[in-house]
């Protein structure tokens, strides 16, 4: 069993900074890419931002130049540093990870339990 754990939600005043993790945990054979989704009341999730196992990236357009993502493969963790954030970032931010398991071989889609972060005006 594969399990995505996050940490770093918060309240935080627009203008300010956090930065998220995501620590993968369990049996697995490798984890390819990994990203971070969010979630704000009332609206679909959507893709913030992506990387692969190489750390080629992928953004939102909304989020271009504020958020950066990077991953540590050799602790099978993500980050989202958050800058710049606007009251419209505000949501529960996912971690997803793509994991290569065996027995049988086959990949998983896995998700973490999610992050509130706050963004006051």
């Known amino acids: 069993q594969v399990q995505l754990v996050e940490s770093g939600g918060g309240l935080v005043q627009a203008g300010g900074s956090l930065r998220l993790s995501c620590a993968a945990s369990?049996?697995?054979?490798?984890?390819?890419?990994m990203g971070w989704y969010r979630q704000a009341p009332g609206k679909q999730r959507e893709l913030v931002a992506t990387i692969t196992s190489s750390s080629t990236t992928n953004y939102a357009d909304s989020v271009k130049g504020r958020f950066t993502i990077s991953r540590d493969n050799a602790k099978n963790t993500v980050f989202l540093q958050m800058d710049s954030l606007k009251p419209e970032d505000t949501a529960v931010y996912y971690c997803n990870a793509q994991v290569l398991v065996t027995t049988p071989v086959r990949f998983l889609e896995v998700w973490g339990q999610g992050t509130l972060v706050t963004v006051s005006s």
């Open positions: 369990g049996t697995f054979f490798r984890i390819n890419a």
